[in-house]
């Protein structure tokens, strides 16, 4: 069965910058994109960026341009989203989900930025 | 970019009674391939998200036959025939015709 399993909690401090990994099974992983969706506490979602797992290239939210890079290593089967530069206002639950439909989702990772 | 509306926002349901969540886009979502790539998603408590219905009336695999959505061009409705109690949580339409891709607010529904 399909599953994505994202990597645990983190703290950072402002300034500091994070990777949270999303480990892809029970499907042809380069069949598909990744995408990337953030949950601010009590919030909504916000639409991040995806990545082809297939071909490595990117698109983001222009919001998110210039401090986010999301990657993946097609041997284990993993995308990773890379977040630079950390204010209080980052923190949130990161979600990875499969394709554009979102048909798949990681079980989410708290991103925790306090000083 | 495509802006997403919800009502209500808050929507008190009694259990065994249909429940109704309206989702409004500010430009038609129809693609040019001729689909609408209008999807909704149950997040309960706690919870990731989870797709129920996509391309407007679609529902997924696993998904009880009590929800359905319908709708085109740019309205939308994700109907409950009978609400159970597990059907608490908050609703989200998505629109995945343009880029960027948007949520709705959500709606939150509960007993």
């Known amino acids: 069965q399909v599953q994505l399993v994202q990597s645990g909690a983190e703290v950072k401090k402002p300034g500091a910058s994070v990777k949270v990994s999303c480990k892809s099974s029970?499907?042809?992983?380069?069949?598909?994109?990744i995408h990337w969706v953030r949950q601010a506490p009590g919030q909504g979602l916000e639409w991040m960026g995806w990545?082809?797992?297939?071909?490595?290239?990117?698109k983001y939210s222009q919001k998110f341009e210039g401090r986010v890079i999301m990657t993946r290593d097609t041997s284990i089967t993993t995308a990773y989203l890379e977040m630079t530069s950390l204010t209080s206002d980052d923190t949130a639950v990161y979600f990875c989900?499969?394709?554009?439909?979102?048909?798949?989702w990681g079980q989410g990772t708290l991103v925790t930025v306090s000083s | 970019d495509v802006v997403m509306t919800q009502s209500p926002l808050s929507l008190p349901a009694t259990l065994g009674q249909p429940a109704s969540i309206s989702c409004t886009s500010s430009q038609s979502l129809v693609y040019s391939d001729g689909n609408t790539y209008l999807t909704w998603f149950q997040q309960r408590p706690g919870q990731s998200p989870r797709r129920l219905i996509y391309q407007v009336s679609n529902r997924d695999s696993g998904v009880p036959d009590r929800f359905s959505g319908s709708g085109s061009g740019t309205d939308f409705t994700l109907k409950i025939s009978r609400v159970e109690a597990e059907d608490v949580g908050v609703y989200y339409c998505?629109?995945?015709?343009?880029?960027?891709?948007?949520f709705g607010p959500g709606t939150t529904l509960d007993i």
């Open positions: 998505m629109q995945g015709k343009q880029w960027p891709p948007a």
């Open positions: 990545i082809n797992c297939d071909k490595g290239d990117t």
């Open positions: 989900g499969r394709t554009s439909g979102l048909d798949y």
């Open positions: 029970g499907y042809t992983f380069t069949g598909y994109y």
